[in-house]
Protein backbone atom coordinates (compact mmCIF):
# COMPACT_ATOMS: atom_id res chain seq x y z
CA UNK A 1 0.00 0.00 0.00
CA UNK A 2 1.28 3.53 -0.68
CA UNK A 3 2.04 5.38 2.38
CA UNK A 4 1.33 9.04 2.66
CA UNK A 5 1.68 9.57 6.57
CA UNK A 6 -0.27 12.19 7.32
CA UNK A 7 -1.89 15.46 6.60
CA UNK A 8 -2.45 18.71 8.84
CA UNK A 9 -4.01 21.64 8.63
CA UNK A 10 -2.29 25.32 9.84
CA UNK A 11 -3.64 28.89 9.79
CA UNK A 12 -1.73 30.78 7.13
CA UNK A 13 0.49 33.36 8.76
CA UNK A 14 2.50 36.42 7.30
CA UNK A 15 6.01 37.26 8.12
CA UNK A 16 9.09 35.91 8.27
CA UNK A 17 11.24 33.97 10.69
CA UNK A 18 13.51 36.37 12.18
CA UNK A 19 17.60 36.25 11.01
CA UNK A 20 18.90 35.56 14.76
CA UNK A 21 15.81 32.62 15.13
CA UNK A 22 16.50 31.39 11.43
CA UNK A 23 19.88 30.58 11.96
CA UNK A 24 19.90 29.05 15.09
CA UNK A 25 16.83 26.86 14.06
CA UNK A 26 19.58 26.13 10.90
CA UNK A 27 22.09 25.10 13.07
CA UNK A 28 20.01 23.32 15.90
CA UNK A 29 18.15 21.39 13.49
CA UNK A 30 22.16 19.90 11.72
CA UNK A 31 22.90 18.73 15.19
CA UNK A 32 19.54 17.19 15.72
CA UNK A 33 19.76 15.36 12.53
CA UNK A 34 22.95 14.35 12.86
CA UNK A 35 22.02 13.08 16.22
CA UNK A 36 19.71 10.92 14.44
CA UNK A 37 21.64 9.60 11.68
CA UNK A 38 24.84 8.83 13.70
CA UNK A 39 22.25 6.53 16.28
CA UNK A 40 19.95 5.29 13.54
CA UNK A 41 21.12 5.72 10.24
CA UNK A 42 19.60 8.44 7.07
CA UNK A 43 16.68 6.55 6.81
CA UNK A 44 15.02 7.25 10.41
CA UNK A 45 15.29 10.59 9.46
CA UNK A 46 12.87 10.07 6.51
CA UNK A 47 10.80 7.95 8.75
CA UNK A 48 10.75 10.73 11.43
CA UNK A 49 10.01 13.67 9.13
CA UNK A 50 6.98 11.23 7.50
CA UNK A 51 5.42 11.86 10.37
CA UNK A 52 3.15 14.96 11.05
CA UNK A 53 3.07 14.87 14.61
CA UNK A 54 6.99 14.56 14.90
CA UNK A 55 7.83 17.09 12.03
CA UNK A 56 5.37 19.11 14.09
CA UNK A 57 6.87 18.86 17.89
CA UNK A 58 10.57 19.15 15.75
CA UNK A 59 9.29 22.52 14.38
CA UNK A 60 8.45 23.82 17.71
CA UNK A 61 11.68 22.50 19.86
CA UNK A 62 13.14 24.57 16.97
CA UNK A 63 11.54 27.25 18.41
CA UNK A 64 8.96 28.26 15.47
CA UNK A 65 5.28 29.21 15.35
CA UNK A 66 3.49 25.51 16.72
CA UNK A 67 0.17 26.28 14.57
CA UNK A 68 1.44 28.81 11.87
CA UNK A 69 1.55 27.44 7.96
CA UNK A 70 5.35 28.88 7.98
CA UNK A 71 6.21 26.19 10.46
CA UNK A 72 6.31 23.80 7.40
CA UNK A 73 8.31 26.29 5.16
CA UNK A 74 10.47 27.77 7.59
CA UNK A 75 11.02 24.00 8.90
CA UNK A 76 12.30 22.78 5.81
CA UNK A 77 14.14 25.62 5.01
CA UNK A 78 15.95 25.35 7.48
CA UNK A 79 16.98 21.63 7.09
CA UNK A 80 18.11 22.36 3.35
CA UNK A 81 20.49 24.72 4.34
CA UNK A 82 21.79 23.04 7.21
CA UNK A 83 22.02 20.07 5.37
CA UNK A 84 23.61 21.62 2.00
CA UNK A 85 27.24 21.31 3.19
CA UNK A 86 27.22 17.65 4.95
CA UNK A 87 24.59 16.08 2.38
CA UNK A 88 26.60 13.61 0.66
CA UNK A 89 28.88 12.78 3.63
CA UNK A 90 25.76 12.29 5.11
CA UNK A 91 23.84 10.30 2.68
CA UNK A 92 20.84 12.82 3.13
CA UNK A 93 19.57 15.08 0.23
CA UNK A 94 17.13 18.13 0.17
CA UNK A 95 15.71 19.10 -2.28
CA UNK A 96 12.59 21.95 -3.74
CA UNK A 97 10.94 23.87 -1.59
CA UNK A 98 8.26 26.96 -1.44
CA UNK A 99 6.89 28.59 -4.82
CA UNK A 100 9.48 28.66 -7.50
CA UNK A 101 11.71 26.50 -5.37
CA UNK A 102 9.28 23.49 -5.50
CA UNK A 103 9.42 23.86 -9.18
CA UNK A 104 13.02 23.44 -9.13
CA UNK A 105 12.85 20.11 -7.35
CA UNK A 106 13.70 17.76 -10.22
CA UNK A 107 16.77 19.52 -10.96
CA UNK A 108 18.33 19.66 -8.01
CA UNK A 109 17.65 15.71 -7.78
CA UNK A 110 19.76 15.16 -11.02
CA UNK A 111 21.83 17.66 -9.22
CA UNK A 112 23.18 15.48 -6.46
CA UNK A 113 22.39 11.98 -8.05
CA UNK A 114 25.38 13.28 -10.33
CA UNK A 115 27.89 14.89 -7.72
CA UNK A 116 27.41 12.17 -5.19
CA UNK A 117 28.07 9.44 -7.48
CA UNK A 118 24.53 7.99 -7.24
CA UNK A 119 23.17 4.76 -9.46
CA UNK A 120 21.69 6.45 -12.43
CA UNK A 121 18.78 4.23 -11.72
CA UNK A 122 18.10 6.56 -8.76
CA UNK A 123 16.43 8.71 -11.89
CA UNK A 124 13.23 6.86 -11.01
CA UNK A 125 13.37 9.57 -7.75
CA UNK A 126 12.07 12.49 -10.29
CA UNK A 127 9.31 10.81 -11.30
CA UNK A 128 8.50 10.11 -7.29
CA UNK A 129 8.47 13.72 -6.72
CA UNK A 130 6.21 14.12 -9.84
CA UNK A 131 3.89 11.96 -9.06
CA UNK A 132 3.85 12.42 -5.05
CA UNK A 133 2.82 15.99 -6.32
CA UNK A 134 0.30 15.07 -8.95
CA UNK A 135 -1.63 12.80 -6.69
CA UNK A 136 -2.30 15.50 -3.74
CA UNK A 137 -2.96 18.32 -6.51
CA UNK A 138 -5.03 16.53 -8.50
CA UNK A 139 -6.55 12.67 -6.98
CA UNK A 140 -7.32 14.29 -4.26
CA UNK A 141 -8.81 17.27 -4.32
CA UNK A 142 -9.89 18.82 -1.39
CA UNK A 143 -9.48 22.26 -1.58
CA UNK A 144 -5.80 22.68 -1.06
CA UNK A 145 -3.40 24.20 -3.99
CA UNK A 146 -0.48 22.66 -3.50
CA UNK A 147 3.15 25.62 -3.15
CA UNK A 148 5.40 24.28 -1.50
CA UNK A 149 7.49 20.97 -2.35
CA UNK A 150 10.58 19.36 -0.57
CA UNK A 151 11.78 15.86 -1.46
CA UNK A 152 14.48 13.88 0.80
CA UNK A 153 16.08 10.93 -0.03
CA UNK A 154 19.54 9.34 0.66
CA UNK A 155 22.25 7.77 -0.75
CA UNK A 156 20.69 4.02 -0.41
CA UNK A 157 17.79 5.88 -2.44
CA UNK A 158 14.99 5.76 -0.14
CA UNK A 159 12.43 8.94 0.27
CA UNK A 160 10.36 10.96 2.13
CA UNK A 161 7.93 14.06 0.57
CA UNK A 162 7.09 17.14 3.12
CA UNK A 163 4.57 18.77 0.50
CA UNK A 164 1.85 22.12 1.78
CA UNK A 165 -1.60 23.29 -0.32
CA UNK A 166 -2.95 26.87 0.56
CA UNK A 167 -6.92 27.48 1.04
CA UNK A 168 -7.76 31.15 -0.08
CA UNK A 169 -10.92 30.68 1.23
CA UNK A 170 -11.18 29.38 4.92
CA UNK A 171 -6.78 30.83 4.87
CA UNK A 172 -5.43 27.30 6.17
CA UNK A 173 -2.84 25.45 5.00
CA UNK A 174 -2.80 21.75 5.01
CA UNK A 175 0.43 19.70 4.92
CA UNK A 176 0.79 16.14 3.19
CA UNK A 177 3.63 13.88 4.38
CA UNK A 178 4.57 10.79 2.17
CA UNK A 179 7.03 7.78 3.38
CA UNK A 180 8.12 6.11 0.08
CA UNK A 181 10.00 2.86 1.63
CA UNK A 182 6.52 1.18 1.92
CA UNK A 183 4.98 2.92 -1.40
CA UNK A 184 4.01 0.06 -3.73
CA UNK A 185 1.32 2.09 -5.58
CA UNK A 186 0.70 6.02 -5.55
CA UNK A 187 -3.00 5.63 -6.38
CA UNK A 188 -4.74 3.09 -3.47
CA UNK A 189 -5.44 4.38 -0.04
CA UNK A 190 -2.14 6.72 0.59
CA UNK A 191 -2.81 7.55 4.30
CA UNK A 192 -1.92 5.91 7.21
CA UNK A 193 -1.85 8.84 9.73
CA UNK A 194 -3.88 12.36 8.59
CA UNK A 195 -4.17 15.25 11.09
CA UNK A 196 -6.42 18.37 10.08
CA UNK A 197 -8.03 20.71 12.45
CA UNK A 198 -11.34 20.17 10.49
CA UNK A 199 -12.87 17.75 7.63
CA UNK A 200 -13.67 19.80 4.56
CA UNK A 201 -17.41 19.11 3.06
CA UNK A 202 -17.08 18.44 -0.01
CA UNK A 203 -13.53 16.55 -1.61
CA UNK A 204 -13.10 14.88 -4.76
CA UNK A 205 -10.74 11.85 -3.56
CA UNK A 206 -9.76 9.64 -6.24
CA UNK A 207 -7.04 7.56 -4.46
CA UNK A 208 -9.42 5.92 -2.15
CA UNK A 209 -10.44 2.37 -2.10
CA UNK A 210 -14.28 3.07 -2.70
CA UNK A 211 -12.67 5.04 -6.00
CA UNK A 212 -11.19 1.68 -7.67
CA UNK A 213 -14.16 1.38 -10.03
CA UNK A 214 -14.08 4.88 -11.02
CA UNK A 215 -10.44 5.07 -11.71
CA UNK A 216 -11.06 2.06 -14.12
CA UNK A 217 -13.60 4.01 -15.86
CA UNK A 218 -11.91 7.36 -16.06
CA UNK A 219 -8.82 5.17 -17.65
CA UNK A 220 -10.86 3.71 -20.25
CA UNK A 221 -12.67 7.40 -21.01
CA UNK A 222 -9.12 8.48 -21.52
CA UNK A 223 -8.60 5.77 -23.86
CA UNK A 224 -11.14 6.69 -26.06
CA UNK A 225 -11.05 9.24 -29.05
CA UNK A 226 -12.09 12.54 -27.61
CA UNK A 227 -15.48 13.43 -29.76
CA UNK A 228 -17.00 10.24 -28.14
CA UNK A 229 -16.08 11.55 -24.51
CA UNK A 230 -17.24 14.90 -25.95
CA UNK A 231 -20.66 13.91 -26.91
CA UNK A 232 -20.97 12.17 -23.16
CA UNK A 233 -20.31 15.87 -22.06
CA UNK A 234 -23.04 17.28 -23.86
CA UNK A 235 -25.74 14.80 -22.67
CA UNK A 236 -24.06 14.87 -19.16
CA UNK A 237 -24.96 19.01 -19.59
CA UNK A 238 -28.88 18.22 -19.79
CA UNK A 239 -29.30 15.99 -17.33
CA UNK A 240 -30.55 17.24 -13.84
CA UNK A 241 -27.52 17.21 -12.11
CA UNK A 242 -27.64 16.02 -7.90
CA UNK A 243 -27.12 19.47 -5.60
CA UNK A 244 -24.54 17.24 -3.66
CA UNK A 245 -21.97 17.68 -6.64
CA UNK A 246 -22.53 21.15 -6.33
CA UNK A 247 -21.66 21.15 -10.73
CA UNK A 248 -21.69 24.12 -13.09
CA UNK A 249 -20.97 24.16 -17.22
CA UNK A 250 -17.26 24.63 -15.79
CA UNK A 251 -16.87 21.63 -14.24
CA UNK A 252 -17.53 19.81 -17.42
CA UNK A 253 -15.98 21.81 -20.00
CA UNK A 254 -12.63 22.79 -18.40
CA UNK A 255 -10.90 25.45 -20.61
CA UNK A 256 -8.26 23.09 -22.72
CA UNK A 257 -9.95 19.79 -21.74
CA UNK A 258 -10.08 18.73 -25.73
CA UNK A 259 -6.76 18.91 -25.78
CA UNK A 260 -5.93 16.92 -23.01
CA UNK A 261 -8.15 14.05 -24.22
CA UNK A 262 -6.30 14.29 -27.65
CA UNK A 263 -2.75 13.72 -25.48
CA UNK A 264 -4.62 10.92 -22.98
CA UNK A 265 -5.82 9.52 -26.44
CA UNK A 266 -2.56 9.25 -28.35
CA UNK A 267 -0.72 8.03 -24.92
CA UNK A 268 -3.46 5.23 -24.04
CA UNK A 269 -2.60 5.28 -20.20
CA UNK A 270 -2.71 1.69 -19.05
CA UNK A 271 -3.72 2.05 -15.68
CA UNK A 272 -5.18 4.93 -13.11
CA UNK A 273 -1.31 6.18 -12.41
CA UNK A 274 -0.02 6.31 -16.06
CA UNK A 275 -3.07 8.77 -16.70
CA UNK A 276 -1.63 10.89 -13.63
CA UNK A 277 1.48 10.87 -15.69
CA UNK A 278 0.11 12.65 -18.30
CA UNK A 279 0.91 16.35 -19.01
CA UNK A 280 -1.49 18.77 -18.69
CA UNK A 281 -3.80 16.64 -17.16
CA UNK A 282 -4.96 18.75 -14.08
CA UNK A 283 -7.53 18.96 -11.33
CA UNK A 284 -10.59 20.25 -13.68
CA UNK A 285 -10.09 18.13 -16.27
CA UNK A 286 -9.80 14.95 -14.01
CA UNK A 287 -12.94 16.14 -12.48
CA UNK A 288 -14.50 16.16 -15.61
CA UNK A 289 -13.86 12.70 -16.44
CA UNK A 290 -14.48 11.81 -12.80
CA UNK A 291 -18.19 12.72 -12.85
CA UNK A 292 -18.69 11.48 -15.94
CA UNK A 293 -17.76 8.29 -15.16
CA UNK A 294 -20.22 8.89 -11.92
CA UNK A 295 -23.12 10.18 -13.18
CA UNK A 296 -22.83 8.11 -16.80
CA UNK A 297 -21.19 4.66 -16.03
CA UNK A 298 -22.01 4.33 -11.88
CA UNK A 299 -18.64 4.63 -11.03
CA UNK A 300 -18.66 5.53 -7.49
CA UNK A 301 -16.11 8.02 -6.34
CA UNK A 302 -15.38 9.13 -3.11
CA UNK A 303 -16.16 12.24 -1.15
CA UNK A 304 -15.02 12.00 1.95
CA UNK A 305 -12.00 13.94 3.45
CA UNK A 306 -9.49 11.63 4.40
CA UNK A 307 -8.41 13.94 6.95
CA UNK A 308 -8.53 13.37 10.91
CA UNK A 309 -8.56 15.10 13.82
CA UNK A 310 4.89 19.94 21.40
CA UNK A 311 7.25 22.96 23.09
CA UNK A 312 11.01 23.56 23.93
CA UNK A 313 12.60 26.97 23.31
CA UNK A 314 9.03 28.83 22.96
CA UNK A 315 7.45 30.29 19.76
CA UNK A 316 8.39 32.87 17.59
CA UNK A 317 5.42 35.06 18.22
CA UNK A 318 5.28 34.24 21.83
CA UNK A 319 3.23 31.27 21.92
CA UNK A 320 3.21 29.30 24.31
CA UNK A 321 6.20 31.52 25.15
CA UNK A 322 8.69 33.84 23.91
CA UNK A 323 11.85 31.67 22.41
CA UNK A 324 14.67 31.47 25.31
CA UNK A 325 17.49 32.61 23.39
CA UNK A 326 20.25 31.52 26.02
CA UNK A 327 18.57 27.95 26.62
CA UNK A 328 18.55 27.78 22.60
CA UNK A 329 21.71 28.78 22.36
CA UNK A 330 23.05 26.15 25.40
CA UNK A 331 20.95 23.49 23.54
CA UNK A 332 23.01 23.98 20.14
CA UNK A 333 26.77 23.86 22.21
CA UNK A 334 25.40 21.25 23.86
CA UNK A 335 24.24 18.84 20.43
CA UNK A 336 27.51 20.39 19.15
CA UNK A 337 29.86 19.17 21.60
CA UNK A 338 28.27 15.01 21.58
CA UNK A 339 28.74 14.87 18.06
CA UNK A 340 32.28 16.23 18.32
CA UNK A 341 32.83 13.86 21.49
CA UNK A 342 30.80 11.19 19.36
CA UNK A 343 33.39 11.58 16.47
CA UNK A 344 36.37 10.66 18.83
CA UNK A 345 35.34 7.76 19.87
CA UNK A 346 33.21 8.47 23.26
CA UNK A 347 31.95 5.33 24.15
CA UNK A 348 29.49 7.30 26.93
CA UNK A 349 27.46 8.94 23.58
CA UNK A 350 24.44 6.98 23.59
CA UNK A 351 23.93 7.78 27.36
CA UNK A 352 24.43 11.56 26.77
CA UNK A 353 21.94 11.11 24.00
CA UNK A 354 19.37 9.93 26.45
CA UNK A 355 19.95 12.64 28.77
CA UNK A 356 19.06 15.14 26.10
CA UNK A 357 15.63 16.13 27.85
CA UNK A 358 17.44 17.34 31.22
CA UNK A 359 18.14 20.32 29.09
CA UNK A 360 13.89 21.08 29.17
Request: aromatic content about 10%; proline content about 5%.
Amino acid sequence: MANRTGITDLPLHGGHAPRWLFARMVRLSRALIRVIVLEFGPEEVLRRLSDPFWFQAFGCVLGFDWHSSGLTTTVCGALKEALRPMSAEMGLFVCGGKARASRRTPEEIRFWLENAALPSSFSSLVEASRLAAKVDNTALQDGYQLYHHVFFFTASGKWAVIQQGMNTTSRYARRYHWLGERVESFVLEPHAGIAAVKKEKEVLNLVARESQSAQKAITNLAQQHPDEIWRELERVTRLVLPSRHSLTEADLHPRGLRKVLLRTYEEAPRNFEDLLKVEGLGPKSLRALALLSELVYQAPVARQDPARFAFAHGGKDGHPFPVDRRLYDQTIAYLEDLLCKARLGITEKNQAFRRLHQLF
